[in-house]
């Protein structure tokens, strides 16, 4: 059995839903397809949310009426049969029943969640309607019965196994077995999510769960490049990554990947693929244990990171210094990206500011503390690089013109980070691209 994850653009047109079907048709061994929301909804329905919490009901009404709208057209273009799309536009109208019901009550966290797992409640229920016009053969899996998190918000994937392989033992006779991304139940039972980009999560732990064949992650576009395609023109595919190479660049910036999406295929050495929906023959990324080759692979950018600097004179050769700068972040539950250190000062950086002020005052108790807000990590990945000849050179080489605030070597081997102003990103990666691949 293989996993199938199809992602917001994959899903969110008629026509690329009818071509993920065309795709099933070409399956030799049975695949559960793990669906994301419809490109932008999440997004809606975050803005939704957000405006009922601040009191702004009627900003949350329009954005429900306009997503209803989208809806409605989508199954119209989609289905032909007039019972099956009665059908479908029962399940829509159930789902925005739900939402404008949730404008009349009071709202709260767990509520939150509810309205954010709506988006792959309905494009699942959607798309099974489709295959049921198509006259497949099928079922629906539904994620809350099987994917949970703990106390921790981590997926236990023992659990998930368990309750998995009891539907599945229900449905042995199915060859197409579709399931909601992203959503989750919590240690309370309540409906919980993955967090952002996460339908990549919930394939990963699937296929972990279930020792899949492959892990298919189907995208808009052909594979993990080796720069970011948003910002830089000329990029190219990566034939093959390790998982290690693959995580570092998930968790530094490439959004193709959510970067906790590795961590469950590499522990059960379950292969993944990085394939384009609008290109179903280009190869794509093969990620596996080994690394195919050593050297420079991709480059990535992080986002809103901010750098906090504590500077001690009491820090000069006194041990345990360390240790209680790191439990000032343990106890906010901040964790810590790059970090360097001299004698007298370190600086380190988070991306993570919902406790700065409170990190800020007790790390206040240690020393002359300085933050600056709106950085950017640039990470170089590759097999070990670090060993790599000429790269601090090459790397150094291809941005002179731009300051650079802290640097990471040697931590990992397949990483080299720098830490850079928010506005200098786009030149960097620009010129990297050009030094560091020959790419102009
Ligand atoms: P999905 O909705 O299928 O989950 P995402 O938008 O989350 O898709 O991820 C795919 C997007 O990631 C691409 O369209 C691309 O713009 C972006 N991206 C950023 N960095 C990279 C990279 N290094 N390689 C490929 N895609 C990247
Ligand atoms: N729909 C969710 C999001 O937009 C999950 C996903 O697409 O992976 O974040
Ligand atoms: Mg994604």
Redesign the pocket.
Known sequence: MKVMKF?GTSVGKPERMKQIASLLTKQTEPAIVVLSAFSGTTNGLVEIGDNIAKGDRHSALQIINNLQAHYENFIKELLTREDLYNKAKSIVDEHFDFLHIILKISFSEALSKDILAQGELLSTKIFCTYLEELEWSHVLLPALEFMSIDENEEPQIGSIRTKLTALLNQHKDKKILVTQGYICRNAKGEVDNLKR?G??FTASLIAAAIGASVCEIW?DIDGMHNNDPRIVKKTVPVEQLSFDEAAELAYFGA?IL?PASIWPAQQYKIPVRLLNTMDPDAKGTLITQEAASAGVKAVAAKDNIIAIKIKSGRMLLAYGFLRKVFEIFEKYKTSIDMITTSEVAVSLTIDNATHLNQIVKELEALGRVEVDENQTIISVVGYRISETEDIVKKLFGSIRNIPVRMVSYGGSRHNISLLVAAENKNQILQQLNKGMFGLG
């Open positions: 992602g980009g339908s990549d995208t959004k959510h």
